[in-house]
């Protein structure tokens, strides 16, 4: 389910997700602002009518909400009052949605071989 009563559109975010895949931004880069675009859509995708569960990893959750909410683990290794809000958000999804939490699980472990992989390939190319 996508985002409502946002500035930013899913294609916006699409677009940025599949630039980011292409040329990685590292901690020196400006990662404050993709940050806080990303931030600001996954923040708003709305709880689903029916549960009032939130959904952003499992099936329910169109792509884009997948891609993102995968790459916004990464908060995770920050500290603030929008990263706490953040992080609220993802213990409701979590504890009301199963298959968010097996496919939370799975994007862990799939990011995490992405990101070795790149290091290693950026390790050998310079």
């Known amino acids: 389910m996508p985002p409502t009563n946002v500035d930013v559109s899913s294609t916006q975010v699409e677009a940025l997700l599949e630039r980011l895949r292409k040329e990685p931004v590292g901690s020196e880069g400006s990662t404050d602002q993709i940050m806080k675009v990303i931030f600001d859509y996954i923040i708003n995708v709305p709880e ?3 549960g ?3 959904h952003w990893f499992c099936q329910l959750a ?3 909400t997948q891609e993102a909410a ?3 683990i990464r908060l995770f290794a920050y500290d603030s009052q929008r990263v ?3 992080k609220a958000r993802m213990k409701k999804m979590i504890f009301s949605c199963c298959d968010c ?3 939370l699980q799975e994007a862990k472990r799939t990011s995490q071989q992405t990101c070795v992989y790149l290091y290693t390939l950026v390790k050998h190319h310079l």
């Open 48 to 50: 689903d009518p029916l």
């Open 52 to 54: 009032g569960a939130y």
């Open 62 to 64: 169109d792509n884009v």
């Open 70 to 72: 995968t790459f916004l």
């Open 84 to 86: 706490d809000d953040w």
């Open 101 to 103: 939490v097996r496919a």
